[in-house]
């Protein structure tokens, strides 16, 4: 798999979602940030939400929860339709039983590290994963400066990726836009989210595409 851009829909239009999907025909993915006031200071999309969005779009959903106890409340995104479902491991319990109980229900389980979460204490579980979600924020809102700070996880992951030998995706989240996207993809990251920039731009898919060619050409100077 190569490149993919995942719009982040926390900056789009609450009233009218099924319009702002339409607006990003070439995504990937459309990234849905679940938020439950408790794992972070805001409050977003639950089960309900994502159901009705699978059913208005043929764009396949990566849900991100920002959600505390995972391991009970990360099955019902699958059952609503997520095709892709992102827990992050500071709320989760049995990473590894969860990581396979979405798997088994059909979806691609994939795990997120805040910032000041290290990589290498999981190292063993990245054959459970289909993707690493590397927040390049802390976890909350749109809109925040990406953090420079995490570019050294990503080379790390992708390092660990390739001595295990496995094919997860490598997900960048945060601040990631025209200015960030190069850097993230020099470090080995290949799925990206990018929020306010999308929804901030005058065409949100011009701006995927934008994107998308940013990364491909970094990518194939590394390659
Ligand atoms: C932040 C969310 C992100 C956010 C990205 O907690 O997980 O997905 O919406 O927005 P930008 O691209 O504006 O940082
Ligand atoms: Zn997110």
């Known amino acids: 798999m190569g490149i993919q851009i995942t719009p982040s829909i926390l900056n789009a239009d609450f009233a009218r979602l ?19 006031n408790h794992f972070v200071p805001n409050m977003t999309f639950g089960p309900a939400m994502v159901e009705a969005l699978s059913r208005s779009t043929s764009i ?17 995104y699958v059952e609503a339709g997520a095709g892709s479902v992102t827990f992050h491991v500071e709320a989760t319990k049995a990473p590894v039983r969860l990581a396979r109980e979405i798997r088994a229900m059909g979806a691609r389980a994939s795990m997120a590290l805040k910032p000041a979460t290290p990589i290498e204490p999981y190292e063993a579980l990245l054959p459970e994963l289909d993707m690493l979600l590397i927040m390049t924020v802390e976890p909350g809102f749109g809109g925040q400066k990406f953090l420079d700070l995490c570019l ?37 990251a290949d799925v990206f989210v990018a929020g306010s920039a999308v929804y901030s731009a005058d065409d949100p898919d011009a701006m995927v595409r ?14």
């Open 60 to 76: 396949p959903l990566d849900a991100h929860l920002m959600i505390e106890d995972c391991d009970r409340n990360a099955p019902a």
């Open 210 to 223: 934008d994107l998308r060619a940013r990364a491909e050409a970094t990518a194939d100077l590394s390659a």
């Open 18 to 36: 099924g319009e702002e999907v339409a607006r990003i025909s070439s995504a990937d993915w459309v990234h849905v940030d679940v938020m439950d």
């Open 152 to 188: 050294p996880k990503i080379r790390r992951a992708r390092e660990l990726m390739r001595k295990h030998g496995v094919e997860t995706w490598l997900q960048v989240d945060g601040g990631v836009s025209v200015d960030t996207i190069a850097r993230c993809a020099e470090a080995g």
